[in-house]
């Protein structure tokens, strides 16, 4: 008999939603069939790369090929989920019951690729297979992370009533890092309207193909800056960026209807340029970032709009303009939701 978790006081006062009647995905034979047929499919399909990957890594570093933690499946049963190793090999005791920060300089030479595209979760298929997870369904939690950031969050329990996928559905609309409360609510959205064997084969083609792009991107990107040497200076910033070719900055707290342009930014600092007689206060000041933007994987744009507190730390002559400063400020999102927002329209760090 598989440990289960404990549960907080907070869960048996407050029950967790169920489905709905138009719950129709199979947790039974029928779904164990079809997972077994697509997972071993999938499998075939990219078995050149189970003989392609594994040398790579090995050629980076020598060690491990594969990598396996416990995460927790349906109804909190713990189980081994299977992937390519992308972190140094004791990368787990430097993490321990956190995430994965952007300084920390675990990854692999070759590991900063693989996560990128996605295809260090390869080896899930054979989870899809054994029945420990579904193709589509809630990405599993580690029971450290649960216990520390997820348990208190409303309906968050809920992804425990149907076994975990290889494939989340938050994983697919929300940048990697998105506060676990926006994942949990796309999560039970997903759970609790769309559980139906159709939408999830629906999701499963767009995921395929929304990797198969990415992947291709990724590999021209870095084909492309290795033919060019090129070297990345700043190694606070991403690596992958949209360019802020409309983004314009307004100070909340001033008076004046004038706005600065953005000229770059990443997850922690913002570039301006202001005209002549502007220039942000050396306290901390309230900014409005905007542009005009679509989502990343297309459609109507509208106006994004992100609010973050900021603090002014260096300025320079605009190169070539005269009267016109630039100023670096330090940012930080003023609400989680503002961050998902800088995340999801300002910097190019979601799946599709």
Known sequence: MHAQVPRSPAEHVAPQPRFSGGYRKLNTLTGLVLNILVGTLLLICTAPLFVLIPIAIK???????????????????????????TLKPDADRIIGATLLGRGQRLETPIGHFLRETRIDELPQLVNVIKGDMDLIGPRPERPEIYERLCRDIPGYDLRFQTRPGLIGY?????????????????????LIRNQRIGNDLQLLAYALWALGLRFLRTLLTALRQRLRRKRVRDER??????APDNGLVWFEDDVQACACTLVDLNDEAVLIRCPPGRQPPA???????????S???????????VRCEAQLTMQRPSPGLDGYHDYVLQIRPATPLNAFKLQKYFLLSSLC
């Open 283 to 293: 306290r901390l000041v309230r900014l409005r970032l905007e542009r005009h933007a």
């Open 59 to 85: 050629l980076a570093d020598g060690g491990p090929v594969f990598y396996s933690s416990i995460r927790l499946g349906r109804h909190k049963r713990p189980f081994a989920m299977y992937k390519f190793r």
């Open 237 to 242: 910033r991403l690596r992958e960026r949209i």
């Open 295 to 305: 989502h990343p994987g297309g459609g109507t744009r509208k106006r994004r709009v």
């Open 170 to 190: 938050a994983q697919l609309f929300t940048p990697h890092g998105s506060p676990k409360r926006i994942r949990s609510l796309i999560d039970s959205f997903y």
